[in-house]
């Protein structure tokens, strides 16, 4: 993975005037640590070391002739000359003192791609508009015969320089550190520094290992200096690192493999771009570049792109403008400049302002008193008046009659049009409560009322006309009824209506207990023969609605003077029977006992009073008979 040491992001309004290029792919376009082990640079010798803006960011360069600044073409590709900015100074923040100058000319290695496979060629130039402080030396760029050759130079320190990221976080403070030169890559081809990670070189590119400090974030298009001889120079731009954090290796291309392009940018020669004669071989500046003659006449030019450098005749057609801006325009013919005679047409076709032409200046376009109509003729725009030289509306016409059953429209012409929507088409008066509407005759008619009753006895419906239904719970413990019998003591609860459930057991087992919600409780009779349990005195069986025994269990106890019977819990039961009851002929009970009557002698001839001590009335012998009989049948 490729990662440019990118400019950094200038925090202050008054640095963000560039970016300092494109960004790999995965990459963040901001590196997250400063020169490793960097300290500040204040040094008169490195006032040559500048920042780059432009736009968006900011990189770092190097002052190597009087106008021309060395630089990464990752940091100025794509930006026009206006668009850069140089600012020289060991703080270059806002506020930070550094003086700031323009660029005329901004030139980007031909071979320069840029991509994440290729990063050869990382090199550009800049031309101030002006020269620079007089306080700042250029430092050179190291020569092709000083060049840096593998394996000889290698070990060499290089000093770093730049404006990146600071120990403490921040940005704009020139930094420098030394570190061991590593890896010398002069192949076309690019060399490979360490095959088993993945390290590659690119063409024409010197490498260290960052180690025990080197660039990183904001530092692209910084130098890398050595001396030589005694003197000191650009070695290398710094360009790419191998990770994001700046601790694998960094690269720079190799300045010296680049010698005569620098040459030709920085001039001497002839067609390179020049500000005066002292900066050309010849001597001779014309027409912005060095000039092998004097070029004098009105259709004889220096710069022209097919004889750069060389005074030749202008073809025929090519403009050459004299003083007077207003005479029309001016070509050369047969190495003559000819006036077309044709004045300068200064109409802007703006109603607002009066067009005329100054001879110095050209078209001069003055606006007419604001508020001069400029009406466009379409009425739907409104009715226009100047303001400003500008032709403005007030708004448009507004022709909305707030009738959701007529189509609103304009025409440019006759203005509002407000046409009747077709029977039936859906409309809104924007009552929700009154159901859906339609047009009938340009008119929104309403439908029907909305039905808002949820069947919910716990809340209390409503028909809002903005909102439509509206279901608000009333309060916990307010009565209620959920029309089911089945439910008793009912209340809201969260806006439902509960209560407790019917209790409907009639405690026999020979009926189906159930509740109707109309009704109420229900005992269905089951099936004759329908089992109901058993218990003591064996299985039993519904009968006509009654639980009824199916064996015949014995209790009897042998004793006239007791009821005996079987209860289903219990077993067997003997009840005493009263006093008084026969228990045999001539016998009663008494005190449970079977004893003979007192008038039963021998004498009388039998039973003649059938009770015991005295008159015994005959309903109580008929009670006492019945009760055994009651008793079983339970």
Known sequence: MLYRYFCFPAVVAALLLGSC???????????????????????????????????????????????????????????????????FGNNINLGGGASWVGVSEVWVH????????????????VRLSKLPPVVVTPIPALPYGLRLVDPDD??????????????????????????????????????????????FAFPYTICTDLDPGGPCGGDSGGPAFIWRNGKEYVAG?????????????????????????????????????????????????????????????????????????????????YECPDSDKCNGTETCQDGE??????????????????????????????PVANGTSCSDGDICNGTEACQGGLCRSPGGLDCNDVNPCTNDSCHPVTGCSNTQLSDGTSCDDNNACNGEDVCQGGVCVSGSGLD?????????????????????????????????VCTLDETCTGGVCTGQAADCDDHNPCTDDSCDPIEGCRHLTLPDGTGCGGGMCGQAVCAQGVCQSMDSTSCDDHDSCTNDWCDPQQGCMHDSLPDGYECGECYLCLGGECLKANDCGDDTGGCGCGHLGGEFPAWIGLSILAAPIFRRRR
């Open 452 to 484: 808002c009753d949820d069947n919910n006895s716990c809340t209390d419906d409503q028909c809002i006309p903005g909102t439509g239904c509206v279901h608000s719970p009333y309060s916990p413990g307010t009565p209620c009824d959920d029309d089911n």
């Open 21 to 87: 290029g494109e960004q790999t792919e995965g990459q963040s376009g901001v590196l997250k640590r400063f020169i490793t082990n960097g300290t500040p640079d204040t040094s008169q010798a490195h006032m040559a070391v500048v920042g780059v803006q432009t736009g968006g960011g900011s990189c770092s360069g190097t002052l190597i002739h009087d106008r021309v600044v060395l630089t990464a073409a990752h940091c100025v590709v794509g930006a026009s000359a206006s668009a850069v900015r140089v600012g």
């Open 110 to 125: 031909p071979l320069y791609v840029g991509t994440q496979q290729d990063a050869a060629h990382d090199i550009a130039l």
């Open 237 to 317: 731009v710094v360009s790419y690192g191998v990770d994001e954090a700046c601790t694998g290796f960094g690269c720079n291309t190799k300045i010296d493999e680049f010698e005569s392009e620098l040459s030709d940018f920085i001039g001497g020669v002839n067609g390179a771009t020049c500000f005066s004669g002292d900066e050309c071989d010849s001597g001779i500046c014309s027409d912005g570049v060095c000039c092998n003659i004097d070029c004098t006449g009105e259709c004889n030019f220096c710069n022209l792109s097919t004889s750069l450098g060389t005074c030749a005749t202008a073809p025929n057609g």
């Open 154 to 199: 290698k070990g060499i320190p290089l000093e770093f320089v730049g404006f990146g990221r600071t120990e403490t976080n921040g940005f704009g403070i020139k930094l420098t550190v030394t570190d061991g030169l590593e890896w010398i890559c002069e192949r076309s081809s690019g060399c490979w520094i360490n095959s088993q990670m993945g390290w």
């Open 337 to 366: 400049c000819i006036d077309d005679d044709s004045p300068t047409d200064c109409n802007d076709s703006n109603v607002c302002t009066v067009d005329t032409c100054d001879p110095s200046i050209g078209c001069v376009r003055t």
